[in-house]
C-alpha cells in the first residue's frame, strides 16, 4: 500500500523555524516527484515546493523563496522541508504529495494526512 506521512509540525512563533518531513512507502520513491501543499482556513490548497524526479531540481512558490528549502534522501525514501523565518501567514495544513511529474493540487496522485503548522504574532 502507497503511503505518505508528514511529520514535524507544530506551533512556533513568528520568525522561528520547522522542518517538515514526508515518509514514503509502497511505490519506487526515485521515479517520482515529491511536493508539499498546504491549506489554509477558508482557503484553496496551494503548492509550496516540489522536488522534480527528472533532474532533482527544487520549485518554490514565491512568497517562500529564500525562506523555505526542500530536499530528500533517496536512500531513506524521505523529503524535507526546512521552514526558516516563518510568518503567521504560513499557518495552514502542510501535505506532501508524490507523482511522475511536479502536477499542481488537483492532479497529485497520492497524498499523505498533513501535519499542522500553526505560527503566532
Known amino acids: 500500500e502507497v503511503q505518505l506521512v508528514e511529520s514535524g509540525g507544530g506551533l512556533v512563533q513568528a520568525g522561528g523555524s520547522l522542518r517538515l518531513s514526508c515518509a514514503a512507502s509502497?511505490?519506487?520513491?526515485?521515479?517520482?516527484?515529491i511536493a508539499w501543499f498546504r491549506q489554509a482556513p477558508g482557503k484553496e490548497r496551494e503548492g509550496v515546493s516540489c522536488?522534480?524526479?527528472?533532474?532533482?531540481?527544487?520549485h518554490y512558490k514565491d512568497s517562500v523563496k529564500g525562506r523555505f528549502t526542500m530536499s530528500s534522501d533517496n536512500a531513506k525514501n524521505t523529503v524535507y522541508l526546512q521552514m526558516n523565518s516563518l510568518k503567521p501567514e504560513d499557518t495552514a495544513v502542510y501535505y506532501c504529495?508524490?507523482?511522475?511529474?511536479?502536477?499542481?493540487?488537483?492532479?497529485?496522485?497520492?497524498w499523505g494526512q498533513g501535519t499542522q503548522v500553526t505560527v503566532s504574532s
Open positions: 504529495a508524490a507523482d511522475l511529474q511536479c502536477y499542481g493540487a488537483n492532479f497529485m496522485g497520492y
Open positions: 509502497g511505490f519506487t520513491f526515485d521515479d517520482y516527484s
Open positions: 522536488i522534480s524526479s527528472s533532474d532533482g531540481s527544487t
